[in-house]
């Protein structure tokens, strides 16, 4: 089986500055190489979506003011979640079954009441949690979407840090020439980069944090192949196993591209299938894609300010990142 790190191949960074920045990071592989199409015919790709339990990096949580619980950060999840053990420690009463959609399908599930929650400078109240056993989430819960409107989520992959903190609209710190920002908006309640091209296709991109693999729907794969004709575009028939155990047909290929504003990345490696959650939001009929912990780990350090709608990217070593020179 092929995780998210077996399978990055010829993965480079590059950064498209603007003139006032007058810079350019020259790309740098690493030692493993893109399938040849000989070897992408041999067989069918099994690519591990999930997250790696040593990939994650996780927040103190508080809850009914009762400290020591670690969360992970899931922008890809609409809600935040509980486990079931953390859930029977504290004997939280149960609440109303609800349905809870995520990326490879949706479930019935139980939920808790919760009193109060915290992380960081993140706050809820009085709200109703659904549960999930700890083997599909990994922590002793997920961080969702809810708890994190007006908040900016730091990830810094070279300290192995993980902070929630307040929106900063008016940023507090002077950019460098390795920072670099760019504009998002929020759709369905997600972060999603404005101005994306992923293999020179305008594409919509939501940032997961929760995703192993980026994915991109088979629209996006599709407008990616008619701009590639002529060329080499090896693509190999691939299925998608998530933390679920689910199974997802899709397609596995290099692109070539993503840009978003000033930020350029070549050589990505990255998954295509028509999966849940594009289908519940409706958009299987145009080219989106949700943009893994494979891309952010790239660098080292990503703020998502879901606050200010922006992401702020600081070039550099990541967790799994190439080195760059200036």
């Known amino acids: ?17 603007p003139s006032v920045l007058a810079q350019t990071i020259t790309p740098v592989s690493l030692t493993q190489t893109p399938p040849t199409p000989a070897a992408a015919e041999d067989s069918l790709l099994i690519l591990d979506a999930s997250q790696d339990q040593d990939e994650r990096l996780a927040v103190p949580v508080r809850i009914n003011e009762v400290e020591g619980f670690n969360f992970t950060v899931d922008t890809g999840a609409d809600r935040s979640v509980l486990s079931e053990r953390l859930a029977e420690r504290l004997s939280l009463p149960r609440g109303p079954d609800v349905m809870v959609h995520g990326v490879s399908g949706s479930i019935q599930c139980a939920t808790a009441q919760v009193a ?33 409107e007006g908040r900016n989520v730091v990830m810094d992959f070279g300290r192995n840090r993980l902070e929630v903190r307040r929106s900063r609209r008016t940023p507090d710190f002077l950019y460098t020439t390795r920072d670099v920002s760019v504009v998002a ?11 994306a091209k992923i293999g020179g296709a305008r594409s919509l991109a939501f940032v ?11 629209a996006l794969g599709r407008a990616i192949a008619a701009r590639r004709r002529g ?23 290099v692109v070539p591209t993503i840009t978003m504003g000033d930020l350029r990345i070549t050589n990505i490696p990255m998954a295509f299938a028509d999966i849940h959650i594009f289908d519940y939001w409706s958009l299987n009929n145009q080219p989106a894609a949700l943009l893994g912990i494979d891309v952010l780990r790239l660098f080292a350090r990503v703020e998502l300010d879901f606050g200010a709608d922006r992401v702020l990217f600081r070039l550099g070593q990541g967790g799994f990142a190439p080195t760059l020179n200036a």
């Open 1 to 17: 089986m092929l995780t998210r790190r077996n399978i990055a191949a010829g993965l480079g960074l590059s950064f498209a500055a």
């Open 116 to 148: 109060s929650l915290s992380a960081g400078e993140a706050r809820m109240a009085d709200t109703i949690l659904p549960i999930l056993p700890y083997d599909r989430i990994g922590a002793d819960g997920l961080l969702g979407v809810d708890i994190l």
């Open 185 to 195: 908006h929020e759709k369905f309640g997600r972060l999603t980069i404005a101005k």
């Open 208 to 218: 997961d944090s929760g995703g192993g693999v980026s994915i991109g729907n088979m």
């Open 231 to 253: 060329s080499s575009d090896a693509v190999q028939p691939a299925r998608l196993l998530t933390a679920s155990g689910e199974m997802q047909l899709g397609e596995f290929r």
